[in-house]
């Protein structure tokens, strides 16, 4: 009799255990209340779980670039509309019937065109410079004080998100890419002349910067990163304000024009003046406008060339913004049939415990009616 007891005892207790676990579920709508009740399940749970997390993380980085992606496009569509402006007032300044004076208010112009542009190239938005690459937090394009000079001073790289597990896609534009125009190239073993406004970039996006490391008032060659402890690229001065460089390495360099260099020619030859404020002849002036016409058509071209990179760069984020949208709501689906109860099933358990507990305790109380103490009253 012990026996039996001991064993309706124990059916009792694993009964109860089933029955907190039916309660659970049912109350709660999850599958399972702790990892032992199935280790299997529970891991495929939980990664279906990280993997919701995760990508619910991408989405809301993808969606944080709306305004930025936006806001990139509407200042390079800007700056195309300037440039445009600056074309059409040289091809003016370069009729016969345009005077000196006319010129210089062109040339005010022009000038405040190149203020427009060189606010846009500045834009920002939450924080972010848009034309920085990943120096985001760097002011792209900055005016020397005294001399009104604009240059790019961020970095050559672009930004990139993330837009999958261990992917990644290029966001935006760089400055460089947007406001320096191809001056020369150079292959290895060949030289390559430029001037110290120009940018100098390897085919790997790497810049080579003038440096005089011993500041006696003359540079000393081209540096990697503009890091004095590189080897340097020997250079020669030629006279003329340019430089000339054998490009001993294995990698092609090019020589980039700024747009801006190139407006503020075109503004010092509309008041008949070179780059240091000395006056030069109309014959040289007139050059100078007419060469600039196809300068500014080149800049125009590699904006505009840029402009659709932006597009193509912004239109791969935003597809994978609706994969990565795919993806989640997978994972969920997945998610709700692996950790949530059924309902129906633990219904008919429930059912069926409380016909298991009837039968049990119509057992015990059988057992009770046989004990020894029953039998001797």
Known sequence: MVNSINTVMYNLNLLNQRNEKVIY????GEALEKGSDDSTKYNQILSISNNVKSYSSILERIQLLSSYNTTSD??????KVSLESASSLILKAT???TNTESKTTIAD???????????LANSNTNGQYLFSGKSSNVQPFQKDETTGKISYVSSADNKTVNVENNTYATQGLNGIE???????????????????NEIILDEDGNQYKLLDTN???????????????????????NGDGTFTVNNTGTSNLESKHSIFDDLDELINALRQQD???????????NLILSNGIEKLDNAFDNVNLNHAKLGIRTSLIENYESIVQAKITHFEILEENYASADLTALAIESQS???TYTALYSTINKINNLSLVKYLN
């Open 25 to 28: 579920g049912m109350s709660s």
């Open 74 to 79: 509407t200042a390079v569509s800007n700056m």
């Open 95 to 97: 009729t016969g019937t």
């Open 109 to 119: 112009e022009l000038e405040s065109l190149k203020e427009t542009i060189f606010t």
């Open 178 to 196: 947007l406001l320096y125009s191809t001056n020369q190239t150079a292959q290895s073993g060949e030289n390559l002349t430029f001037n110290e």
């Open 215 to 237: 500041n006696d008032g003359s540079y000393d060659g081209l540096y990697l990163n503009g890091d004095s402890s590189n080897t340097a690229l020997s250079i020669s001065d």
């Open 275 to 285: 780059s240091n404020g000395n006056t030069i002849s109309q014959e040289d002036a």
């Open 353 to 355: 415990l409380e016909n």
